[in-house]
């Protein structure tokens, strides 16, 4: 799977703006094809089939995630810096998400999507507990921390938030969730270096986000 070729890429790109726009139910390869201004032909040089353009979507975002995630400068940040600009693109993310595309995904191809979540669930453990283990050698989360159990428990809500099709009320968003995991999975790490070093960043985001 060569995702780097840029005529693939250029194929995964609208076609993300085709299941947006039309849901991903409602198109074939014929009306794919004919949207993107190639024969079926052309199209099948790149991918098999439906399923298969839609494993090799979920293989581009996770690449496309991993080039956004690159240009932070870890090196050059502590822990709880990172955890906080990651939430912030994971909270664009979200925002571009339609429910819709993933109502489809999960009753019409939940093997490829649960396939997905699984690889996505690994990658956060392994992210969380390298995070973890630096702001422990930080001084910013306390030194006791079980760090295989917070990375475990913090990707297990996470997958229940997104099971869930509603949340706790109807006027509770999920991104409003996600911000009281966030935070509440900050407080209960960190030492008191670290909360204030959070409470200060929360302060200067938020001020920013008023301004703008």
Not at 10 to 33: A, C, H, P, Q, W
Not at 56 to 74: A, N, P, Q, V
Request: proline letters at 2%; a neutral charge; hydrophobic letters at 40%.
């Amino acid at each position: 799977m060569n995702l780097n070729d840029p005529k693939l890429r250029e194929i995964l790109e609208k076609t993300v703006g085709l299941f947006y726009e039309f849901g991903i139910r409602n198109l074939n390869m014929d009306d794919i094809s004919r949207s993107l201004g190639i024969s079926k032909k052309t199209l099948y040089q790149y991918v098999k089939s439906k399923e298969d353009l839609i494993e090799k979507l979920f293989y581009y975002d996770e690449m496309r995630w991993d080039t956004e995630m690159s240009k932070l400068k870890i090196d050059e940040i502590n822990a709880i810096e990172i955890l906080l600009q990651v939430s912030l693109r994971v909270f664009e993310e979200m925002g571009r998400f339609n429910p819709k595309i993933k109502f489809e995904l999960k009753k019409y191809y939940e093997p490829i999507f649960q396939q997905f979540m699984i690889r996505k669930q690994n990658h956060i453990f392994s992210q969380i507990s390298k995070n973890i283990e630096k702001g422990i050698a930080e001084g910013l989360y306390r030194s006791d921390l079980n760090i295989e159990l917070i990375a475990g428990l913090y990707v297990r809500n996470l997958v229940m938030m997104h099971n869930n099709d509603s949340c706790f009320a109807e006027n509770i968003t999920f991104d409003e969730v996600f911000k009281v995991l966030f935070e509440s999975h900050i407080r209960a790490i960190s030492t008191p270096e670290g909360i204030a070093y959070f409470e200060k960043r929360k302060l200067e985001i938020t001020q920013t986000n008023t301004n703008n």
